[in-house]
């Protein structure tokens, strides 16, 4: 793929990820392990795959650890440069505090929670071939009850932003992805806190801007609760959401230096981080396990988290469980429907159950 000199990528990943924790009380949402890599680099190397080198990090909560991670951006093929948010500046606020970065008069902004299937270059045509000031990419869902709205009329021109409406006009939703003309970024307000989907989309409607939709066909998702982050993951995984960094899709991935019984069952897209023990008759399903942690024999961990250097006891069963890094739970512990044990906690063997059973 040749590069598209006059396109920039612009990536938000200041967000603290709250619904993420204990997790992202020690790494920012980005920068979790996801499918053997940080989830960021699964964004990036989508963005190097469409032929754009040139990328800006719009940083705020423990803004070093990407550039310690990333640097200049060469092991992946970009040029990266980070820029950061010191107060709250919402997605319009965000997106304007990196102006000065831009090179191009096309800007791709990306939401750094999101994984998106859609086809970058079709979008930038898109957008290319309606002029328009703004493209959004759009995707459909069963229930957009939960999220912003966006209709659109027969050519493909959004008539209006409906911020979690009740009762929705449409299935189509703000995918998070968003090219932009670089003077509609010039005009975004500085100094304050500014949304692009409540204030500067339906402004630009007001004042008749081109405004046009092009709808995702692919995969999406948002990363940010525990069951979306343990799914996509498992989703890499298997290869279900396209990734480049992703060498070899497959019903399990494990990590260099991981260690898994042959007496032990690991399945349904799971990842097994570096260091990491397996030990025989525990069962692992569709889970992210950081690196160091330890499964002991028996154990069950279905569609859950388990942090760096966490040990889970014999027996003891997880079920859409987060499990912060360094975590030590005894024996027959049973942790289910959303339980979280915040890093470093120690839990006594059978000091919890979710059922009466011992």
Same mark, same amino acid.
């Given at each position: 793929?040749?590069?598209?000199?006059?396109?920039?990528?612009?990536?938000?990943?200041?967000?603290?990820?709250?619904?993420?924790?204990?997790?992202?009380?020690?790494?920012?949402?980005?920068?979790?392990?996801?499918?053997?890599?940080?989830?960021?680099?699964?964004?990036?190397?989508?963005?190097?795959?469409?032929?754009?080198?040139?990328?800006?990090?719009?940083?705020?909560?423990?803004?070093?650890?990407?550039?310690?991670?990333?640097?200049?951006?060469?092991?992946?093929?970009?040029?990266?440069?980070?820029?950061?948010?010191?107060?709250?500046?919402?997605?319009?606020?965000?997106?304007?505090?990196?102006?000065?970065?831009?090179?191009?008069?096309?800007?791709?902004?990306?939401?750094?929670?999101?994984?998106?299937?859609?086809?970058?270059?079709?979008?930038?045509?898109?957008?290319?071939?309606?002029?328009?000031?703004?493209?959004?990419?759009?995707?459909?869902?069963?229930?957009?009850?939960?999220?912003?709205?966006?209709?659109?009329?027969?050519?493909?021109?959004?008539?209006?932003?409906?911020?979690?409406?009740?009762?929705?006009?449409?299935?189509?939703?703000?995918?998070?992805?968003?090219?932009?003309?670089?003077?509609?970024?010039?005009?975004?307000?500085?100094?304050?806190?500014?949304?692009?989907?409540?204030?500067?989309?339906?402004?630009?409607?007001?004042?008749?801007?081109?405004?046009?939709?092009?709808?995702?066909?692919?995969?999406?998702?948002?990363?940010?609760?525990?069951?979306?982050?343990?799914?996509?993951?498992?989703?890499?995984?298997?290869?279900?959401?396209?990734?480049?960094?992703?060498?070899?899709?497959?019903?399990?991935?494990?990590?260099?230096?991981?260690?898994?019984?042959?007496?032990?069952?690991?399945?349904?897209?799971?990842? $097994?981080? %570096?260091?990491? @023990? &397996?030990? #025989? +008759? !525990?069962? /692992?399903?569709?889970?992210?396990?950081?690196?160091? =942690?330890? *499964?002991?024999?028996?154990? $069950?961990? %279905?569609?859950? @988290? &388990?942090? #760096? +250097? !966490?040990? /889970?006891?014999?027996?003891?069963?997880?079920?859409? =469980?987060? *499990?912060?890094?360094?975590?030590?739970?005894?024996?027959?512990?049973?942790?289910?429907?959303?339980?979280?044990?915040?890093?470093?906690?120690?839990?006594?063997?059978?000091?919890?159950?979710?059922?009466?059973?011992?």
């Amino acid at each position: 793929m040749t590069s598209v000199p006059e396109v920039d990528a612009v990536i938000l990943v200041g967000g603290l990820g709250t619904r993420l924790r204990p997790l992202t009380l020690s790494a920012p949402k980005p920068m979790l392990p996801t499918a053997g890599v940080p989830f960021l680099t699964h964004v990036i190397s989508r963005i190097r795959e469409a032929g754009i080198r040139h990328v800006v990090l719009g940083t705020s909560y423990q803004a070093a650890v990407f550039e310690a991670h990333f640097g200049n951006g060469a092991e992946l093929g970009v040029e990266l440069e980070y820029v950061v948010e010191h107060e709250p500046l919402g997605t319009g606020g965000g997106i304007r505090n990196v102006a000065d970065r831009l090179r191009g008069d096309t800007v791709l902004v990306f939401n750094g929670d999101n994984l998106i299937g859609v086809d970058l270059t079709k979008m930038l045509a898109t957008h290319a071939d309606a002029d328009a000031d703004v493209t959004l990419c759009l995707h459909r869902v069963d229930d957009p009850r939960a999220y912003g709205c966006v209709p659109t009329d027969a050519d493909g021109r959004v008539t209006a932003f409906l911020e979690k409406d009740p009762n929705p006009v449409t299935d189509q939703i703000n995918a998070g992805l968003y090219a932009f003309r670089r003077s509609v970024i010039d005009s975004i307000p500085t100094g304050r806190a500014v949304s692009v989907e409540r204030e500067t989309f339906p402004g630009l409607l007001a004042a008749g801007a081109v405004v046009v939709g092009h709808l995702n066909e692919g995969y999406w998702r948002d990363f940010g609760t525990p069951g979306d982050f343990v799914t996509g993951s498992a989703d890499l995984v298997r290869g279900i959401a396209p990734s480049p960094a992703v060498a070899a899709p497959g019903e399990r991935l494990l990590l260099p230096g991981s260690s898994v019984d042959p007496a032990a069952r690991v399945t349904g897209g799971s990842t $097994v981080g %570096r260091d990491a @023990i &397996v030990e #025989a +008759g !525990a069962e /692992v399903d569709g889970a992210v396990l950081f690196d160091g =942690a330890r *499964i002991a024999a028996g154990a $069950v961990v %279905r569609r859950s @988290i &388990v942090g #760096a +250097g !966490a040990v /889970v006891g014999p027996g003891t069963v997880l079920v859409d =469980a987060v *499990i912060g890094d360094r975590a030590m739970l005894g024996a027959n512990l049973e942790l289910r429907s959303g339980a979280r044990v915040w890093p470093g906690v120690e839990l006594a063997d059978g000091a919890v159950r979710f059922s009466s059973d011992i």
